[in-house]
């Protein structure tokens, strides 16, 4: 067991780092900053009906350990599905519209390539055997043969900012932005089956309850956060944050009592009570909180917080953090995902034309990659688990 660990435009999260000074100046009256005020439950919409325990959706793989939903993330429980990838890490470069791939054991980039226009996220599928470039602007998927790290040929989607797949694997969910929409798609073709409509501004992530029967996505741009049925692929639920919150990442803990949102306007961590959906309470962890990422062995959360160039670390079990990772010189970690062994954290720095490779134990900076501009999305490939929920990897 391993010791405790020692999105858009520069000018758009320039604009909403001052609006966040301003909301928190609000909050604090002028004086020192305290954590924004919980939401009380006025008027929420109707939560889903209680299911019986051990009620998962149909057709998801029944999980591991019902006490850990990454029970199946451990170092070297590599699916079979990924016997043949090649041990890469690739980078959507969203200014530069390339993708850059890094040899993970040399920790230098070893191809530059063209990747549509305004490439987002890199994406597992729910089968674990293709990789999706979500090409934001130029409104296709690219997908990425990952035996080989090559790129084949583009499908036509409308507005892939993000890409999510329903735990039973039956469905792909294009998070369209800026159509305000959830497209609920074929998995493997990406023909558009259903469009939810969600009523809010900035669809983007998103988290599973353990059992699979509903999601909570972040709306960035309206500060709330919705509940959406699997089944009925219909919005059950949803909460407004306070002041002007802007959510980001989302991640639910080890054993699906607690949902994490990153708000990167209060800059710290909401802890959400999904089957209630209400917030039960805020912790500061440093400026433009923004991507959640679990430990190999379900102890930790890293929070990279973009606004001031460090890493958050929270135990799961106290939900109190451990240590706070600063990066040297000017740096903005975004989004990423942990090594197969769990040894590395690898984020995207977004404003610095650069991806780092942090060592887990001891929070240190093991490398400093340049890539293209306005590196986003990062995925390392492969990892641990039996299926992909989607994102840069939410695997179980």
């Not at 199946?72 to 530069?96: E, I, M, W």
């Not at 009570?273 to 923004?290: C, E, K, S, V, Y």
């Not at 093991?366 to 990897?393: F, N």
């Amino acid at each position: 067991m391993r010791g405790p660990p020692a999105d858009s435009r520069r000018a758009r999260d320039a604009g909403r780092r001052a609006c966040a000074l301003v909301a928190l100046a609000l909050l604090a009256g002028c004086a020192a900053a305290p954590a924004p005020a919980v939401p009380q439950a006025s008027a929420p919409s109707p939560a889903l009906p209680a299911t019986a325990a051990g009620a998962l959706l149909p057709g998801m793989p029944p999980p591991i350990d019902p006490a850990d939903v990454y029970a199946a993330d451990r170092p070297g429980d590599l699916a079979p599905a990924t016997a043949h990838a090649k041990p890469l890490v690739y980078v959507p470069n969203f200014g530069s519209d390339t993708l850059s791939v890094i040899d993970p054991r040399t920790y230098r980039v070893i191809r530059t390539v063209p990747a549509g226009h305004g490439p987002q996220h890199v994406v597992p599928s729910w089968d674990l055997r293709t990789l999706w470039i979500n090409d934001n602007a130029g409104n296709t998927l690219i997908p990425i043969n990952p035996a080989t790290g090559t790129l084949g040929k583009p499908v036509p989607v409308q507005d892939p900012y993000n890409l999510y797949f329903t735990p039973d694997g039956k469905f792909a969910m294009v998070m369209a932005e800026s159509r305000r929409a959830i497209i609920f798609s074929d998995p493997h073709t990406m023909a558009p089956r259903h469009v939810l409509p969600v009523g809010c501004d900035g669809i983007n992530h998103a988290d599973f309850s353990a059992d699979g029967r509903y999601f909570i996505a972040t709306c960035e741009f309206s500060g709330e956060l919705i509940k959406v049925n699997t089944t009925t692929q219909r919005v059950a639920g949803r909460l407004h944050l306070p002041g002007h919150a802007m959510p980001q990442d989302i991640k639910i803990s080890p054993d699906g009592h607690t949902w994490y949102v990153a708000d990167m306007q209060t800059s710290g961590l909401w802890l959400i009570n999904g089957d209630q959906l209400t917030a039960r309470t805020f912790i500061p962890t440093g400026d433009g909180a923004h991507g959640l990422y679990p430990s190999r062995d379900s102890r930790y959360l890293y929070i990279a917080n973009r606004g001031e160039g460090s890493v958050s670390v929270l135990d799961f079990h106290t939900n109190h953090l451990v240590a706070t990772w600063r990066l040297p010189g000017h740096a903005s970690p975004d989004m990423g995902g942990v090594s197969e062994d769990g040894h590395v954290l690898w984020l995207s720095g977004r404003y610095d034309r650069e991806v780092y490779a942090i060592d887990t134990t001891t929070g240190h900076l093991i490398a400093r990659i340049p890539v293209g501009a306005e590196p986003h999305g990062l995925c390392v490939w492969p990892q641990p688990g039996r299926y992909s929920l989607g994102h840069t990897g939410i695997l179980r």
